[in-house]
């Protein structure tokens, strides 16, 4: 298996545009998350489905924030408008059951200028 | 208010001592444990992972306790070698919400030849 897959690794938007960033979890995985990564802040979580519906949302900042995942192969994290201070690197992680270690992607670091 | 902590920011080693990074918690009800190594520009990648009725766990040169009593976990990193160097982040999952885990700010360990 190639691993979580999470596409653009590089994105830099303007101010106002919408973003979005793309995860492929590993197969067979019942798992996906959505963390970002600050200096300030550390890792937090934003968002994670269970069987493609989401468990818990309360870590998404605020409504610009959407998430889906359309299928167990699949999900998107969008950003619309962004904002400076949406700059952080945004990674995908998947498990299976949830209890047995989480895989993460590579990461997308977003900058928004 | 729920806290996780990991004892400092940096340890530096000398090569071949025992590494030994501790992450506290308060507030939490743990149902599980993870502890990951994360380089820079990459995902964290999970080591191990700790039930809250296991004591120790041991994978190679590492071993994790778990005492619910303290709210206290060791990470233990034996027979250290600079490719050791990395940042250690721990998690914590709750039994109310076991899918949720919660990362500490991490301790960035140097191993020196």
């Known amino acids: 298996d190639a691993g979580v897959i999470q596409s653009p690794r590089h994105e830099v938007t303007e101010m106002g545009q919408e973003v979005t960033l793309r995860c492929k979890p590993i197969?067979?995985?019942?798992?996906l998350f959505w963390y970002r990564q600050t200096m300030m802040r550390g890792l937090e979580l934003l968002i994670y489905?269970?069987?493609?519906?989401?468990?818990?949302d309360s870590g998404m900042p605020e409504d610009r924030f959407s998430a889906k995942m359309p299928n167990a192969s699949f999900s998107t994290l969008k950003i619309q408008p962004s904002e400076p201070r949406d700059s952080a690197v945004y990674f995908c992680?998947?498990?299976?059951?949830?209890?047995?270690?989480?895989?993460f992607g590579s990461g997308t670091r977003l900058t928004v200028v | 208010s729920q806290k996780i902590e990991q004892n400092s920011e940096a340890l530096n080693i000398q090569e071949g001592k025992t590494a030994t990074l501790t992450c506290n918690y308060t507030?939490?009800?743990?149902?599980?444990l993870q502890w990951y190594r994360q380089d820079p520009g990459r995902g964290p990648v999970f080591l191990l992972l700790?039930?809250?009725?296991?004591k120790e766990k041991r994978k190679e040169r590492l071993k994790v306790t778990f005492d619910t009593t303290l709210k206290q976990s060791l990470f233990h990193i034996t027979a250290s070698q600079p490719a050791d160097s990395a940042t250690y982040l721990c998690?914590?999952?709750?039994?109310?919400?076991?899918?949720?885990?919660?990362f500490g700010d991490g301790t960035t360990l140097t191993v020196k030849p």
């Open positions: 700790i039930r809250e009725n296991e």
């Open positions: 489905f269970n069987n493609n519906v989401p468990i818990d």
């Open positions: 197969s067979g995985h019942d798992y």
């Open positions: 998690a914590l999952s709750e039994s109310t919400n076991a899918g949720k885990s919660t």
């Open positions: 992680a998947s498990s299976f059951e949830g209890v047995y270690g989480y895989t």
């Open positions: 507030n939490y009800s743990p149902a599980y």
